[in-house]
């Protein structure tokens, strides 16, 4: 196991997970999502080459709809 940061809270992340591995394992949605990690965003067609390595800063953001 690992620990990265997701979105300022420590997290405990088996070894080798990548972005959508993390996705999946909290039970996001994929669409409306965005990922930057160490402040660098990440492009969706990236997300299942990118691991994740030990104290990782990740930032996910998702689009919320409002009216």
């Known amino acids: 196991m690992i620990e990265i ?3 300022g809270s420590l997290r405990r992340v088996p070894e080798l997970t990548t972005i ?3 996705i999946e394992s909290i039970g996001l949605q994929k669409k409306g999502v965005a990922i930057a ?3 660098e965003v990440i ?3 990236n997300w299942t080459e990118k ?3 030990p ?3 990740v930032e996910l953001l998702t689009i919320a709809q409002g009216g």
């Open 43 to 45: 492009p969706r067609s």
């Open 37 to 39: 990690v160490n402040s």
């Open 20 to 22: 959508d591995g993390l």
């Open 55 to 57: 104290q990782d800063k």
């Open 51 to 53: 691991s994740l390595l």
């Open 5 to 7: 940061f997701l979105n």
